[in-house]
């Protein structure tokens, strides 16, 4: 009756464990014991038959789930970096805000010229007119073209006059700008198209592309171009620095001029020039500080110098 009651339930037993025990025997010699208890007990017919395991198998499978796989040696070099969004809209704004400063000095510029055209003459003798002059004239050197050298020989020769110092940090930021956030091709584009305002003399801003669509950003251009624009781009970054610092120097001496004639009693003479002398300075000085006063650390100019150098770093 025993044996009855436990013969469906030793024979599920064996059906169980018994791909179990198939295999520890692949993996281990089987010992005399286990053999022979499990001699007389062949497996049902029913019973398909069990599948070796490797144990090798197993510990590749869990080490694949845990690590990722190491690249083998015939694996290409990594992609190029991808310019972030970010990046391109911190570059972006930053350089909007120097467009539109040196664009408003060159108004105030312009009325100050049309100052000193009419009174120079006059006033060529009195302090307050030769600390606006002086400034006039330090403002001018942020808008005039540059000489262009050419090497001959074992010589330089003056080839003509090129851009000013502000227009051609502005053309290269701009280049640049279009490369990482266009590619190539949008590159080769604002090149064609500062060339066509080269040949026609125009002598407008250049303004930042806009591109129909928003794609992701394309990897980094590594042509030698992109090299030589950035390293070009930073020295002018630097030097055009260093010409507005100066500039507001002068702009702020000649304005406590302006002031302090205001100020000397009994009535100052030409009051209503001296006031619109002093509001165009002032205005100029604001602007510059738009770009000069630090922000975080930083200014505008010294952040597309900040990112310039990280291009730099991202393309060695």
């Known amino acids: 009756m025993l044996s009855c009651i436990l013969h469906p339930f030793l024979q599920h037993r064996n059906i169980v464990l018994q791909p179990?025990?198939?295999?520890?025997?692949?993996?281990?010699?089987?010992?005399?014991?286990?053999?022979?208890?499990?001699?007389?007990?062949?497996?049902?017919?029913?019973?398909?038959?069990?599948?070796?395991?490797?144990?090798?198998?197993?510990?590749?499978?869990?080490?694949?789930?845990?690590?990722?796989?190491?690249?083998?040696?015939?694996?290409?070099?990594?992609?190029?970096?991808?310019?972030?969004?970010?990046?391109?809209?911190?570059?972006?704004?930053?350089?909007?805000?120097?467009?539109?400063?040196?664009?408003?000095?060159?108004?105030?510029?312009?009325?100050?010229?049309?100052?000193?055209?009419?009174?120079?003459?006059?006033?060529?003798?009195?302090?307050?007119?030769?600390?606006?002059?002086?400034?006039?004239?330090?403002?001018?050197?942020?808008?005039?073209?540059?000489?262009?050298?050419?090497?001959?020989?074992?010589?330089?020769?003056?080839?003509?006059?090129?851009?000013?110092?502000?227009?051609?940090?502005?053309?290269?930021?701009?280049?640049?700008?279009?490369?990482?956030?266009?590619?190539?091709?949008?590159?080769?584009?604002?090149?064609?198209?500062?060339?066509?305002?080269?040949?026609?003399?125009?002598?407008?801003?250049?303004t930042i592309p806009k591109f129909n669509t928003k794609p992701l950003p394309p990897p980094f251009p590594s042509v030698t171009t992109i090299s030589q624009l950035l390293c070009t781009s930073q020295s002018q970054l630097e030097s055009l620095q260093v010409l507005l610092k100066e500039v507001q120097r002068r702009l702020q001496n000649a304005g406590k001029i302006l002031v302090r004639h205001l100020n000397t009693p009994p009535a100052p003479t030409f009051a209503p020039l001296v006031t619109a002398c002093l509001g165009a300075l002032g205005c100029i000085d604001a602007e510059l500080n738009r770009v000069l006063a630090k922000e975080e650390d930083r200014s505008t100019v010294e952040l597309l110098q900040h990112l310039l150098n990280r291009l730099s770093k991202l393309k060695s």
């Open 20 to 206: 179990r025990i198939i295999a520890e025997q692949h993996l281990a010699p089987p010992s005399p014991r286990t053999a022979a208890s499990f001699k007389t007990a062949p497996p049902p017919a029913t019973s398909e038959p069990a599948k070796s395991i490797s144990t090798s198998l197993l510990v590749s499978s869990a080490s694949t789930c845990i690590q990722a796989p190491m690249p083998s040696s015939t694996e290409s070099s990594p992609p190029s970096p991808v310019i972030s969004s970010t990046f391109l809209k911190t570059y972006k704004s930053a350089l909007r805000i120097l467009i539109t400063t040196l664009t408003t000095i060159e108004t105030e510029l312009i009325l100050l010229d049309r100052i000193w055209y009419k009174n120079a003459s006059q006033f060529k003798s009195a302090l307050w007119w030769n600390g606006v002059d002086g400034a006039r004239r330090s403002l001018h050197k942020l808008f005039l073209p540059t000489t262009i050298t050419t090497a001959v020989g074992g010589g330089s020769v003056d080839s003509g006059l090129g851009l000013s110092l502000g227009k051609s940090t502005l053309r290269n930021c701009i280049l640049i700008y279009s490369a990482i956030a266009g590619g190539m091709e949008a590159f080769q584009t604002q090149q064609f198209k500062f060339q066509q305002d080269d040949s026609s003399s125009s002598s407008s801003w250049p």
